[in-house]
């Protein structure tokens, strides 16, 4: 499926539709984007600029949320921490059943006093690409995810 402009931002990792080779967004254009095969495990970096029908988003998949940070609890939701302040502020981002969800709270009170902010009630897991979370989570803290692909 093909990705529109607006989705993407300069960072965001995707793949080409021709080879499927997965790469970072350098620069977005008005009819196409630059992006780089700087991913590849060879080490070899090349360069691609094509038109936005071209490039697909990167399917979620529970390996790839475990190499962007998130954690699986006992509760069969995967987990990460958006918060600026991890000391003292619960700030999860969470995929839990149908829901992704933020949850936020001061650590020194109870869970139950925590409040929750339903962002999409179906399972994102399956149809949410790579990018969109790249863009969620920068939304959310500020800053960019890192992933160990």
Not at 27 to 41: G, I, S, V
Not at 111 to 136: A, E, T, Y
Request: hydrophobic share 35%; charged share 20%; with cysteine.
């Amino acid at each position: 499926m093909a990705i529109e402009k607006y989705e993407l931002r300069i960072g965001n990792i995707i793949t080409g539709d021709i080879d499927g080779t997965p790469g970072r967004i350098l620069q977005l254009f008005d009819e196409c984007a630059q992006w780089t095969y700087d991913l590849l495990p060879s080490n070899s970096v090349g360069y691609n600029s094509t038109t936005y029908n071209y490039i697909s988003g990167i399917p979620l998949s529970p390996e790839l949320l475990e190499k962007c940070g998130f954690v699986k609890d006992g509760f069969n939701a995967w987990n990460i921490s958006v918060s600026p302040w991890p000391e003292t502020h619960l700030k999860d981002l969470s995929f839990a059943g149908d829901y992704l969800y933020l949850r936020e709270g001061d650590l020194d009170k109870p869970r139950h006093q925590d409040s929750l902010c339903v962002i999409w009630n179906n399972d994102l897991r399956g149809v949410m690409p790579l990018h969109q979370l790249q863009n969620i989570y920068w939304w959310l803290s500020g800053n960019e995810i890192t992933i160990q692909l």
